[in-house]
């Protein structure tokens, strides 16, 4: 289930989101956002609604203005936080002294990363990442936009049609869709 999409454009992050839960054959369609902003971040997750609200509901985010780089920040302070509240929610899996978590994407200060299953942080070349099961249709569609200069003219159109597309072609994709934007404040770095 699930398609998130993410771009940087103008030190800005457009993200949208699905609102399918699907199981097998079946979907429902749900009003819990798969895409919210939490602090200074924007957020959109796959794998788990409980992971999703376990990060929107959790308390204060560790501190982000003291770290220049906004990857430093993601794995020094953001993963180890992310890590003790999802042990402290019962929701951190772990096997073979291996700790496992769920797959989310991070707007941050402009910028798109991605928090892996193993709580690696990514972030793409390209300026824009997809998840979920959707993901390599809109993956696709953001290439051809992106190829074309179409994404430059108006990114949160780049986003919903990148959706749109992942929807068309995955049966565990549907809208409404939902949108947050995360820009980056004054002369942080």
């Not at 936009?145 to 003219?153: D, F, K, S, V």
Request: aromatic share 12%.
């Amino acid at each position: 289930m699930t398609c998130i999409v993410a771009l940087e454009h103008d030190k800005k992050v457009f993200m949208g989101g699905d609102s399918a839960a699907a199981a097998g054959w079946d979907m429902r369609l749900v009003t819990t956002p798969k895409v919210f902003r939490k602090g200074d971040l924007v957020v959109g997750y796959t794998w788990s609604f409980r992971m999703g609200q376990i990060i929107q509901y959790a308390s204060s985010l560790p501190e982000l203005s003291e770290h220049p780089s906004n990857y430093a920040y993601l794995v020094e302070k953001f993963v180890p936080f992310i890590r003790k509240t999802f042990s402290e929610a019962g929701w951190l899996k772990t096997e073979n002294a291996r700790d496992e978590g769920g797959q989310f994407l991070i707007g941050i200060r402009g910028e798109v990363f991605s928090i892996e299953t193993d709580f690696s942080v990514l972030r793409n070349i390209d300026g824009f990442s997809a998840i979920g099961c959707g993901a390599a249709y809109a993956l696709g569609a953001l290439q051809i936009m992106n190829l074309h200069g179409e994404i430059a003219g108006n990114p949160m159109l780049a986003v919903s049609q990148a959706l749109e597309a992942a929807a068309y072609f995955s049966n565990g994709v549907s809208g409404p869709f939902v949108y947050e934007v995360q820009w980056r404040r004054g002369n942080e770095a």
